[in-house]
């Protein structure tokens, strides 16, 4: 089994900053394709940022400037750097993950979740 686990969430005034972990275990040769999604209060799910293998991103519009995705194949991790916080980035933020498994199969897997809440 393949797990994600995202850390790093809590209560943070706005301009303050964050950075969100998602630690990958199981039987993981590497990352493929990983990403951060988030759910604000009454809003669908919506992608934040993604990394390639080849590290190239993508930001939604609402982070660009602000938020940093970064990962690291050998620890088997993916960070958020999350900066210049506002309210609206209130939400759950979950991480998902294309994984190349030992068996070379590749996955997309998705973490439970960790709440950040910007507020004064």
């Known amino acids: 089994q393949v797990q994600l686990v995202e850390s790093g969430g809590g209560l943070v005034q706005p301009g303050g900053s964050l950075k969100l972990s998602c630690l990958a275990s199981?039987?993981?040769?590497?990352?493929?394709?990983m990403g951060w999604y988030r759910q604000r209060p009454g809003k669908e799910r919506e992608m934040v940022a993604n990394?390639?293998?080849?590290?190239?991103?993508n930001y939604a519009d609402s982070v660009k400037g602000r938020f940093t995705i970064s990962k690291d194949n050998t620890k088997k991790t993916v960070y958020l750097e999350m900066n210049s916080l506002k309210p609206e980035d209130t939400a759950a933020y979950s991480c998902?993950?294309?994984?190349?498994?030992?068996?070379?199969?590749?996955?997309?897997?998705w973490g439970k979740g960790t709440t950040v809440t910007v507020s004064s």
């Open positions: 199981g039987s993981i040769v590497s990352f493929n394709n």
């Open positions: 998902n993950a294309d994984v190349l498994l030992s068996n070379w199969r590749n996955i997309n897997v």
């Open positions: 990394i390639s293998v080849g590290g190239w991103t």
